[in-house]
């Protein structure tokens, strides 16, 4: 079955821009997580959705946002971006699974970086 | 605060040579410890989910084990394709969702031929 499928996958902004990242998960999935990676803080929380419903929030400022539809499909937005927002940004899904922890299954990512 | 801790940053290996990552992790309640395997430009990879100390997984050259405080990536006679980061996860029974994991900073295996 198709995996986690994330768009662009490679983007390059100035500062003071927004982007909007977009993540389509797994047939089925109801799940759908944002983390940011980065060389320093390595994986990070963002939020997560489920059934169009933000579930979760990591501690990012309010520049982050994002938000799901129905057909779980999910996009996350960043405003005013700065330099230090330069990341890899993934995506994961998640089913329903046994004994309440879930596996995430991660997309490849989308590179931003900010100039 | 729910912390995760991965040992050593960097490993080199000789092809054939057995080793073992350790993550050790400072979780309220356990519901989960996760471990996942990334290559350069990609995105995690999922390896295994333990869910109780004594647990173990193994597939084929890695086997995982799980105490109270810390698991371990055992890999026996690693082969070159065996090289990427290795990332230990941990979600925590007070988190109200299950999409919420607490990375460690990950181990960079190489394995030389």
């Known amino acids: 079955k198709a995996g986690v499928t994330q768009t662009p996958r490679y983007l390059i902004k100035t500062r003071g821009q927004q982007v909007t990242l977009s993540c389509s998960p797994i047939?089925?999935?109801?799940?759908v997580s944002w983390y940011q990676q980065t060389p320093g803080q390595g994986l990070q929380f963002l939020f997560e959705?489920?059934?169009?419903?933000?579930?979760n929030k990591g501690n990012f400022p309010g520049r982050f946002s994002g938000r799901q539809f129905s057909n779980s499909r999910s996009e996350m937005n960043v405003s005013t971006l700065e330099l230090g927002d330069s990341a890899l940004y993934l995506c994961a899904s998640a089913g329903d699974g046994p004994l309440g922890a879930n596996v995430l299954t991660f997309g490849a990512g989308s590179r931003l970086t900010v100039l | 605060e729910d912390q995760v801790t991965q040992s050593p940053e960097a490993l080199r290996l000789q092809e054939g040579e057995s080793s073992s990552l350790n993550c050790s992790y400072t979780?309220?309640?356990?519901?989960?410890l996760f471990w996942y395997r990334q290559d350069p430009g990609k995105g995690p990879e999922f390896l295994f989910t333990l869910y109780s100390a004594g647990e173990e997984k193994e597939k084929e050259r890695l086997k995982a084990t799980l105490t109270k405080k810390e698991s371990f990536l055992h890999i026996t006679a690693p082969k070159p394709e065996d090289s990427a980061t290795y990332l230990c996860?941990?979600?925590?029974?007070?988190?109200?969702?299950?999409?919420?994991?607490?990375f460690g900073q990950g181990t960079t295996l190489q394995v030389k031929p």
């Open positions: 996860a941990v979600q925590s029974t007070g988190s109200s969702n299950t999409g919420k994991l607490i």
């Open positions: 959705y489920f059934s169009e419903t933000q579930r």
């Open positions: 979780v309220s309640g356990l519901r989960g």
């Open positions: 047939s089925g999935h109801r799940s």
